[in-house]
């Protein structure tokens, strides 16, 4: 069974950090590329960064350019998103997801993030 369960989403003010993990299992972790997608209140989903298999590169939205950091550790089957200088605007629920911005699934309940000004 795929699982995908994400934490460490909080509230914090306007300018700080925190760093998101996503705990998957029931699928060849190291081997596929993988993504943090959000959806903001009233919103539909959008793709924020994917890291690719073997971390050999990383792509963002532009919102989070500078910002945000995506990495993974394959032998914890872990990903991880670092997130500095949080906006009000990054409010959102956080998820990870299989696949890239071209095609992804995303799983698990997302951790909320808030971001007040």
């Known amino acids: 069974e795929v699982q995908l369960v994400e934490s460490g989403g909080g509230l914090v003010h306007s300018g700080g950090s925190l760093r998101l993990s996503c705990a998957a299992s029931g699928f060849p972790f190291s081997a596929l590329a993988m993504s943090w997608v959000r959806q903001a209140p009233g919103k539909g989903l959008e793709w924020v960064s994917t890291i690719t298999s073997g971390a050999t590169g990383t792509t963002y939205i532009d919102s989070v350019k500078g910002r945000f950091t995506v990495s993974r550790d394959d032998a914890k089957n872990t990903l991880y998103l670092q997130m500095n200088r949080l906006k009000p605007e990054d409010t959102a629920v956080y998820y990870c997801?299989?696949?890239?911005?071209?095609?992804?699934?995303?799983g698990g309940q997302g951790t909320q993030v808030t971001v007040s000004s």
């Open positions: 997801a299989k696949g890239s911005m071209y095609g992804y699934t995303r």
